[in-house]
Nanobody, 122 residues
Framework: QVQLVESGGGSVQAGGSLRLSCQASGDSARRGCMAWFRQGPGQEREAVAIMSITYGATGYGNSVEGRFTVSQDKNTLYLQMNSLRPEDTAMYYC?????????????????WGQGTRVTVSS
């Protein structure tokens, strides 16, 4: 099993920054892929950033490319979010699954955190 606990969400004005953290525990073999997803009101869950823990390869959603950076240190996954926009307002979730080719599809992830809310005001 894998446990994921997110933190770092909050309210910020447009143009500001936040750093989200995802503390992972449990079977490391089941979290070869880790990712950040977000879901806004009335919207589908979308991939924000994905990371292959084994190879360090990363990928980003089109709307956050160049503004968000995913990184990992030991058992913690981070999401540095800069130049935040009101449209970034959402619940942000950390997810994990086994494997080395990491998907952007939420249904490919077995383990999820409880989420942390990010609100960006204009």
């Amino acid at each position: 099993q894998v446990q994921l606990v997110e933190s770092g969400g909050g309210s910020v004005q447009a143009g500001g920054s936040l750093r989200l953290s995802c503390q992972a525990s449990g079977d490391s073999a089941r979290r070869g892929c880790m990712a950040w997803f977000r879901q806004g009101p009335g919207q589908e869950r979308e991939a924000v950033a994905i990371m292959s823990i084994t190879y360090g390869a990363t990928g980003y959603g089109n709307s956050v490319e160049g503004r968000f950076t995913v990184s990992q240190d030991k058992n913690t996954l981070y999401l540095q979010m800069n130049s935040l926009r009101p449209e970034d307002t959402a619940m942000y979730y950390c997810a994990a699954d086994s494997g080395t080719i990491c998907s952007r599809r939420p249904d490919r992830y077995s383990y999820w955190g409880q989420g942390t809310r990010v609100t960006v005001s204009s």
